[in-house]
């Protein structure tokens, strides 16, 4: 019996590889078999997710259900979808879904109980910052989420963009300057909440990297622990 | 009308993420809604495809045809295969399959045609030699290729080995050694035809990498193409 993970995304195409690099590099594996089985849905034709958060543009909803219907009609036990924003609508996608969805805060969550982390900052778009999932979340596992001001905010989205844009050292300059502030405030650790974020950072060889959470790693580290627990289950 | 490309991975896992790369790579696009739409199957649990052909042991066909039935069930419009090896099923394969399959020799074909090249040499497994279909399917187009001859597959196979099991540079200095080999029989570019070739010559930095056809890169070539085509066809 195989599980196999579903993968809903294009949102952006590269984020989507970026996050399917990163389940390899986590699983342990000595030939190609025991690498996870994947189908990804990598299908970028969807509305954008932040511009109808931000500025009531067209929902991207159905999109995403169409997908996540594909993916299901194609024999996923599980899915995940390696975009922050687009988990605004996970409510509704798991209505939409006869298999189970994994949260990427419930990831993130997870990452942060096993260091021992209480306090957490969050750098992410408008978009993830307005769905209010990830303070939410976290609360539930007894963690306190410190969210940027409005000014810090703005510089964030602005970093994000540059990156977007192709500037990625500007764009790291940049957003490690907001993580040191967000440092500032107190918190043991912050959720690089948004793809960008990460490799950016990197990019600069900032040494700040250590303290982030970054959120789509700790989902390919999900799927990862998923699909040993199914083996375990099968096995049992 | 929105024509997807389904691609059968897994064979193995980086090399499909490497491959869906070199599509972005090579797609001509401003935002994410301009990638190509993409459904991609890589589940890993196939029996190994150099195994099979050299010592006859268990087939990888049917678990590949399952493959392709899951993409067309998924609504994919064309099939495309980032495994060199794998193609020695393609007759099977396309039988089996309701959408047409890209041949990744064809797609090396178009390429050396663009270029036009007239002797090719090619490095590529023990498996995909004995396969047979890179001259047959490269004659086709005119051009003529020189296989390496058996003390020189050996070490082109070592060199493979050596990049598989993670010595990227000692592996690369070998290909590099067997490219320069297979550049003075006279041809005037080498196919290389497994993704470990280009992967360790630029590791290397092995200014012969300029000499080489990438096959996975011609195919990801071919899937633009294929999808521009399609766009023309669907405003015409």
Not at 21 to 36: F, G, M, N, S
Not at 133 to 146: E, T
Not at 203 to 224: N, W
């Amino acid at each position: 019996m195989n599980a196999v993970i579903g993968i809903l995304g294009g949102m952006g195409p590269l984020a989507t590889v970026d996050f399917v690099e990163k389940i390899i590099d986590q699983t342990p594996a000595e030939r190609d078999q025991d690498h996870l089985p994947l189908i990804i849905h990598s299908v970028p034709q969807i509305p954008d997710r932040t511009a109808c958060l931000v500025s009531q543009h067209e929902s991207p909803l159905p999109d995403m259900v169409r997908g996540i219907n594909t993916l299901v009609g194609a024999g996923v036990s599980v899915i995940v979808i390696p975009c922050n924003t687009a988990h605004y609508w996970y409510d509704g996608l798991t209505q939409a879904s006869a298999v189970p969805i994994l949260h990427i805060a419930d990831a993130c969550a997870q990452k942060l109980v096993d260091e021992g982390i209480k306090t957490v900052g969050l750098m992410a778009t408008d978009g993830t910052v307005k769905a209010g999932f990830y303070p939410k979340k976290l609360a539930r596992s007894g963690i306190q989420m410190v969210l940027p001001e409005e000014a810090l905010q703005r510089n964030i989205m602005h970093g994000i963009y540059q990156v977007k844009s192709g500037k990625i050292e500007a764009g790291g300059e940049i957003l490690a300057g907001c993580m040191e502030q967000m440092l500032r405030l107190g918190v043991e650790k912050v959720i690089l909440g948004c793809t960008e974020i990460p490799l950016a950072l990197e990019r600069i060889e900032s040494p700040l990297v250590d303290r982030g959470i970054d959120a789509t790693q700790a989902l390919a580290a999900a799927c990862v622990r998923w699909h040993g627990a199914f083996r375990q289950r099968s096995v049992a």
